[in-house]
């Protein structure tokens, strides 16, 4: 494992409707080692839902991506990770379980981050699922549950001991949902709560925070999700800081325009004219832009192509007038 993550060191997150496809394709383009698919139900697999199969798709030119389950039910996430890995083959990196989501809808159900108040059941997952493939397997959590209470080092050391061949932490309690900032500190204590190796996640937001991380913590990768939203150049800029090199600039917004453009071009090819997913990915790369706050509204009623690239000539109309 040491060695995947020293071919993979910068990792896009798995992210519940927005680590798509067409996501997942600029990630990779602008520099992510390895993306991951959205977050994937074991029971939606289980009863062959063909909408959570089809997360499981790969972009053009995608070789491998790495695919996290979330469930809470050791059998059912054996047997579906057994399926993941005889359908997608050579195409499948490694598995992760998502022990970290704080979403109410998750945790409600025992899954995502509901699991670090039952550590014996989150470890006869993890024991369940690695006798069931012969792929890597992962486990994301956070610093602990309740706000104050860090327990992610002893549970880093439970889910080794259950046979997880690597852990990523992020640096908040699930209480906290994302307000507040991460604490990278609980990564660096979990690194030397385990051999296996860590992967860093929690307010990574340009190529300094990654490299800040990396020297604090002494992690074996970063992984970066909401700081890439509407910013896939992000990790050009990590990768640049990573190699001691001069961060590239940021993009112009004649750039930020055409990777949107891009995006939705992306979406439109792979999932026919209703597009309305793209309505978030707009508003994350339109932000800050002149007429922005206006265009807002606007995004809201797009559906196809041609609805937001409507907006994005207005918007770029603006900036040419305030240039």
Known sequence: MEGLFGKYRVLLAPMAGVSDIAFRSLCREAGADMAFTEMVSAKGLSFANEKTRHLLVLAD?????????????????????????????????????????????????????????????????????????????????????????????????????????AVTVHGRYAEQLYRGSADWGVIGRVREAVAVPVVGNGDIRCGADAVAMAAQTGCDAVMIARGAEGNPWLFSQVQAALAGEPEPAPPTVGERIAMARRHAELLTHREGRNIVRMRKHAMWYMAGLPGAAAARGRINYCTTLEDFNQVFDDLLAIAWEHS
């Open 61 to 165: 030119g995608e070789r491998q991506v790495a695919v996290q389950l979330f469930g809470h039910e050791p059998a059912v996430m054996a047997s579906q990770a057994a399926w993941i890995e005889q359908e997608m083959g050579e195409s499948l990196a490694y598995l992760d379980i998502n022990m970290g989501c704080p979403a109410r809808k998750i945790v409600s159900k025992g899954d995502g981050s509901a699991l670090m108040k039952e550590p014996k059941l989150a470890a006869s997952i993890v024991s369940a699922v690695k006798g069931a493939v012969a792929h890597p397997v992962t486990v994301k959590f956070r610093r602990g549950w309740a706000e104050g209470d860090e327990t992610a080092p002893v549970f880093a050391r439970l889910m080794e001991e259950a046979g997880a061949d």
